[in-house]
């Protein structure tokens, strides 16, 4: 099991960058697929990116594929999420999500332990 912690969350204008991090405790967390997901006021989560255990394997959400990367550091426990061209859509809680089964689609049933969520905001 691993415990997703999130960081790097706030408010920026609308073309700004962010980078968010997911620092995972747990011996094991190379082995997890890891997942973020977001969150606007009155809708559901959505996926926006994924990684699998081999870097190379990723997935994104179709809005924000060019403006938003995901990696991992293993050496450090961590995933990030590069966001780019931030648009005020883009304002949401983000949520970082681990799969033990390795999958790293867009299925949030799939996913099962969760951080806390930080806040973005973009304003326009």
């Known amino acids: 099991q691993v415990r997703p912690v999130e960081s790097g969350g706030g408010l920026v204008q609308a073309g700004d960058s962010m980078r968010l991090s997911c620092a995972a405790s747990?011996?094991?967390?190379?082995?997890?697929?890891m997942g973020w997901f977001r969150q606007a006021p009155g809708k559901e989560r959505e996926f926006v990116a994924a990684?699998?255990?081999?870097?190379?394997?990723?997935d994104y959400e179709d809005s924000v594929k060019g403006r938003f990367t995901i990696s991992r550091d293993n050496t450090k426990n961590t995933v990030y999420l590069q966001m780019n061209s931030l648009k005020p859509e883009d304002t949401a809680i983000y949520y970082c999500?681990?799969?033990?089964?390795?999958?790293?689609?867009?299925?949030?049933?799939?996913?099962?332990?969760w951080g806390q969520g930080t806040q973005v905001t973009v304003s326009s």
């Open positions: 747990g011996r094991l967390f190379s082995t997890y697929a």
């Open positions: 990684i699998g255990e081999i870097p190379r394997d990723t």
């Open positions: 999500a681990a799969s033990s089964t390795g999958y790293y689609g867009s299925s949030l049933y799939e996913y099962g332990d």
